[in-house]
């Protein structure tokens, strides 16, 4: 017999889930979560309806039938094809006009924003070919990197936080989806080996992401792109990556397809939803929070963090051996078991080791001035030990860290672009803040000619 669960019990149980598998969800934003907010009024209008709109004011004498408007309205890409061919002569340059001189009036959904900022995805897909959502995102949470997939490119490299726009960029040059003819282009090229999605598919399929989609204008070849390529296992037995809220065989459903089952059928419930699972995870944040800081006397405490790049391991590993030797507490590698590996725990021992250590000690080669002047996990490591030092400098801070906090170590004979890297080299990237200023500029550093182990001994610990 089918048990009978209540709204209020269903509701629960989708916030519920949503907070505890957090880690798992990267969201698709889809065009109809973009409003267009009136100046005077803020008054939100559905962005294709703005568009629409600004056609509509532009050449006042195009006539549209009532059916064709309501299809351009709500019906995504298909809709922008159908208003592409009404206004057919300057439909691309018009549009990029209209975008670009309201883009203080584009706006995500209040709800659908707070949500992306409280649960800080590190990957969001989007079929909007704009900036709009990192723009919007920007200065409130870790800036992301925007990728724009490209037809018959490679589109391997996926940084560490990015927002992933699938149908290309809205910019003089680049191809973007416009119309259907575009739309067909843009799928071919998806499922094509040379010009796929690598990075985006393998990422989705090695950390069994799930896909969490916003917005119900995204028709179900957008989910069959995104699924196919999750199936495949590497020994050819089949590996799905199920979908939050997203029937498998039905891909076309979206999370608010979902709710609309669920009896939640009004717009209002949907944001509603959002906005309980939003504040049931700040309340979570917070409780979290609190627990550390109340245990943090408790913790494992080190005197110095070792930050390195993965292919100077083994250079890493003798500084490590003998800072040990010198009863020096080094926090490397989760304690020198090599046992770290990318994912949500990844990111969490290393904010840890780096909150619970009394010096920042990278060890600077080519391959690390490599990764610290591109998007690397590395250079994101760095960062986030440049907020904690500022963290820790505030007047009501009640840690106290040591005046020479940083020690960077440079292997002598470490060449960047064919330059020698010294302590001058290292001052002038800091100086010009490709490098933390307050981690390497102004700072004594070490030589280390991976011999002479003593210089390590003549540090203030």
């Known amino acids: 017999?089918?048990?009978?669960?209540?709204?209020?019990?269903?509701?629960?149980?989708?916030?519920?889930?949503?907070?505890?598998?957090?880690?798992?969800?990267?969201?698709?934003?889809?065009?109809?979560?973009?409003?267009?907010?009136?100046?005077?009024s803020g008054e939100e209008i559905p962005f294709q309806e703005f568009i629409l709109r600004e056609f509509q004011k532009k050449y006042p004498h195009v006539e549209v039938s009532d059916a064709d408007i309501v299809s351009m309205k709500e019906r995504g890409y298909y809709g922008l094809s159908l208003m592409s061919q009404y206004y057919e002569r300057r439909f691309l340059d018009d549009f990029m006009d209209f975008v670009n001189?309201?883009?203080?009036?584009?706006?995500?959904?209040?709800?659908?924003?707070?949500?992306?900022v409280t649960f800080?995805?590190?990957?969001?897909?989007?079929?909007?070919?704009?900036?709009?959502?990192?723009?919007?995102?920007k200065g409130k949470i870790e800036d992301y990197k925007s990728i724009w997939y490209r037809l018959n490119k490679e589109n391997s490299t996926l940084p560490v936080r990015c927002v992933y726009h699938i149908f290309g960029q809205a910019k003089d040059g680049s191809k973007w989806v416009s119309d259907e003819d575009l739309l067909l282009s843009f799928l071919l090229s998806h499922n094509h080996n040379d010009?796929?999605?690598?990075?985006?598919?393998?990422?989705?399929?090695?950390?069994?992401?799930?896909?969490?989609?916003?917005?119900c204008n995204l028709p179900n070849w957008l989910f069959r792109f995104l699924w196919q390529p999750t199936q495949a296992g590497r020994t050819g037995s089949m590996k799905t990556t199920q979908g939050y809220w997203i029937n498998r065989e039905k891909p076309e459903d979206?999370?608010?397809?979902?709710?609309?089952?669920?009896?939640?059928?009004?717009?209002?419930?949907?944001?509603?939803?959002?906005?309980?699972?939003?504040?049931?995870?700040?309340?979570?944040?917070?409780?979290?929070?609190?627990?550390?800081?109340?245990?943090?006397?408790?913790?494992?405490?080190?005197?110095?963090?070792?930050?390195?790049?993965?292919?100077?391991?083994?250079?890493?590993a003798v500084i490590f051996?003998?800072?040990?030797?010198?009863?020096?507490?080094?926090?490397?590698?989760?304690?020198?078991?090599?046992?770290?590996?990318?994912?949500s725990p990844y990111w969490e021992k290393i904010r840890n080791g780096i909150q619970h250590s009394a010096h920042y000690m990278p060890i600077i080669t080519g391959k690390w001035m490599e990764k610290m002047t591109s998007?690397?996990?590395?250079?994101?490591?760095?960062?986030?030990?440049?907020?904690?030092?500022?963290?820790?400098?505030?007047?009501?801070?009640?840690?106290?860290?040591?005046s020479n906090y940083s020690i960077p170590v440079i292997v002598d004979g470490s060449e960047y672009n064919e330059v020698e890297i010294t302590n001058g080299y290292i001052e002038q990237f800091g100086s010009m803040n490709v490098l933390p200023k307050t981690l390497f500029f102004h700072i004594d550093m070490i030589s280390f000619d991976g011999k002479d182990l003593s210089v390590f001994e003549k540090i203030e610990w």
């Not at 001189?101 to 924003?113: A, F, P, Q, T």
């Not at 800080?120 to 995102?137: A, G, S, Y």
């Not at 944001?271 to 309340?283: F, G, N, V, Y």
């Not at 590698?333 to 590996?341: M, S």
Request: aromatic residues 8%; glycine residues 4%.
């Open 1 to 40: 017999m089918e048990q009978h669960i209540s709204q209020e019990e269903t509701r629960r149980i989708i916030i519920s889930d949503m907070v505890k598998k957090r880690g798992t969800i990267v969201p698709i934003i889809g065009d109809d979560t973009i409003v267009y907010r009136e100046k005077d």
């Open 101 to 116: 001189d309201n883009r203080s009036c584009i706006k995500l959904k209040d709800e659908v924003l707070d949500f992306l």
């Open 120 to 137: 800080n995805f590190p990957i969001i897909i989007t079929t909007v070919c704009f900036d709009i959502i990192e723009q919007q995102l």
């Open 195 to 215: 010009f796929g999605a690598k990075g985006l598919t393998d990422y989705l399929k090695e950390n069994e992401k799930k896909l969490l989609a916003l917005g």
């Open 254 to 316: 979206s999370f608010e397809n979902f709710l609309k089952k669920k009896n939640f059928s009004a717009d209002e419930q949907v944001k509603e939803i959002l906005e309980d699972a939003t504040k049931s995870l700040q309340k979570e944040l917070l409780r979290e929070a609190e627990e550390r800081s109340a245990e943090i006397d408790a913790e494992e405490h080190f005197d110095v963090f070792i930050s390195y790049a993965s292919e100077d391991r083994q250079v890493a």
């Open 321 to 343: 051996e003998t800072l040990r030797n010198m009863n020096v507490k080094a926090w490397f590698d989760d304690r020198g078991k090599g046992e770290i590996t990318p994912g």
């Open 375 to 402: 998007t690397s996990s590395l250079k994101e490591e760095t960062l986030m030990v440049k907020d904690w030092l500022a963290e820790c400098r505030k007047s009501d801070s009640p840690v106290q860290l040591k």
